[in-house]
C-alpha cells in the first residue's frame, strides 16, 4: 500500500445492515462508554498544536445516508468535544447518490471526507479535481485501519483504489460484506402450488416460477401474481457462470462486473453465456413469469434492501440481499432483520421457516451457481478531498479521530452502538445487545449519529468481539455458493468510456429480456460494447495488472 503497496476495499452498500446487526449482537455485556485513556492524543493535555483552542470545522459525508445525522444528538456532541471538530453534515438522498452528487460536485462544492460508493467514480473524481492522494504519512496514523485491511485479505483488493500510481480511495475491511446474498422464497405458495421444497436447479425453479404465475399461489381467485422481478436476475447469470451487471433496473447504481479466464481479466457482460442466461430469461419473461416492471425494480422507497413486490405478494422470490436481512430474531429482545421487520408488518401471520424462509442460488446446466457477495473488502469506501488536505488542523484532527476510534474497543463500540442503558441494553443471559425501541430502524440509527463517525472502517476483531454467536450461525448457514467482486485498476479508458458502456449494457439487456430485441441482438451488442471502448479498457487492465 505502500501499505504492501495497496489499501484493501470496502463494501459500502451493505454495512449499514450490520450497523443494525452490531446493536443486536452479543457484546459480551461489556458496557459500551468511551475510554477516557485510549490514546495519547486523547489524555494528552491539550496543546496550541495539538488541540486548537477553536474547532475546526468540517464538512461530513463519510457515512450512509439514510437519514440526517441530528448535530445535537449525545453521540455527536460527544465526538465534538473528544477530537475538537465542528461537524457540518452534508445530506445526499442514498436513491439518489450519483444525481445530486454529481451536481453538486460539478458546481465546485465540496464536502472535506465523503463516501465512495463505487470505486469506478474515482477516476472522473480525480480529472475533476475531487479527490486527494492518501499519503503514506497519512496511513501511518491509522494502523489500526491499514491492520484490518491486511488482515482481511485485502492486497489485491486495493488496486482499484489507485490512479496512476496514487492511492485516492481509503477502502475498509468489512466482516459482514463476506457473506453473500441470498435467495427469500415464500414457501407457503410452493405448497399452495403443490411444491413440497424451495427449488435448487433452473429446471424446478422454471416450474416453480410457472405455477407462481398460473396456479393462484396466494388463493385470491385472481391472476395477479408472478415468479420473480429484478434483484433474482443475478442469481440465474450465477447459475451460467458469472455476474454481468450490479442491477438489472432503469435506475440504481450500474457496475460492470469483471471475471477472470485463462488468466486474463474481461467483462463478464459480453461473455458467450450470458447469452445463455439471457435466452432463458427471455423466455421467462415471454410466458410471464417475471414482473413486467422488473424494470422500475422491486424497491419503490426507503430502505434500499426492502422488497415491497414481495412484501405485497406481488412476487414469490426476492434476492440481492444477505441473510441477515431476513434473520428473525434470535434472542429475547432482538426485532430481526430490518427485511424481516418490513415484511411481518406487512403479513403479519408470517413465520420465518414455514411461510418464508431462505433457499440455495439455482444451478445451471454446466453445474454453476452463486449469488453476489461484495468480499471483506468492498468496491467502495472513503476518500480525502482536496479542499480537505488544504488544512492541516483539518487532516489532523479527522486521522486523529479514525485512529481513536478504530484503536479502541470500547470507543469503537461506543460510536456504532451508543450508551447501555439509553440506546441499548445487554441481554444478561445471553451478552446480546437490544436495541432500545427509538432505535431498531436504520434511519433512527443515523439520526442519533450512530455508524455516522467511523468513517463506515469495520475493524474485524472487534466485530467478532462484538458479535452474537447466534448471529454468526445464522449467516453461516446460508453460506452458499457466491462470486466475489473482481477488482481491477483504475484507467483512462474506463474513466472515458464505462458511463456509456454501463448505460449501453443495460439498455440491451433489459432489451433482449423483455423481448424488444431478439436474443442475437447479444452478438451485435458485443461488438458494439467492445467498438465504443470496451475492448480498450480490457487492454489497458491487463497491461496495468502485467506491470505491477
Known sequence: MKMSKRVSRFSSVILVVFICLFMLAGCGGQKAEPSTSSTAATTAAPTETQQPAEPVTVDWLAYNTYAQPDPESEIIQRASKDYNINFKFWFVDDQKWDEVLGVKLASGEMPDVMKIKDSGTIPKYVSMGVVAPITDDMLKKIPAVTNAIEQMGGKDMTIDGYVNGKLYLLKTANLSASYPTVLVWRTDWLKNVGISKMPETIPEMEDALTRFRNNDPDKNGVKDTFGMSNTVISAIFGAYGAIPLKEFRGSGTQNLFWTKKDGKYVFAVIQPEMKEALALLAK?????????????????????????????????????????????PLFEGHAGGGCYQTYIKANPDAKFGETFDIGKPPTGPAGKSGTHCWGGIGIGGAAFTTKFVKDQRKVDAVLNMINDITSNYDKYRYYRSGEEGKHYTVDPKSGAIIAAKEYTQIADLTKAGLGVLNVMFSIPDFDKKAGSTLGTQFAE??????????LVPATDAATKYSADLKKLALDAYVQIISGAKPVDYFDEFVNTFNEKGGAEIVKQVNEAVAAQ
Open 284 to 328: 421467462w419473461y415471454k410466458d410471464g413469469l417475471i414482473d413486467p416492471e422488473f424494470v422500475t425494480g422491486e424497491n419503490t422507497g426507503g430502505y434500499w434492501a426492502q422488497s415491497q413486490a414481495f412484501e405485497n405478494s406481488k412476487i414469490g422470490v426476492t434476492g440481492m440481499v444477505q441473510a441477515a436481512h431476513y434473520s428473525p
Open 477 to 486: 448457514k446460508y453460506k452458499y455458493t457466491y462470486y466475489t467482486d473482481v
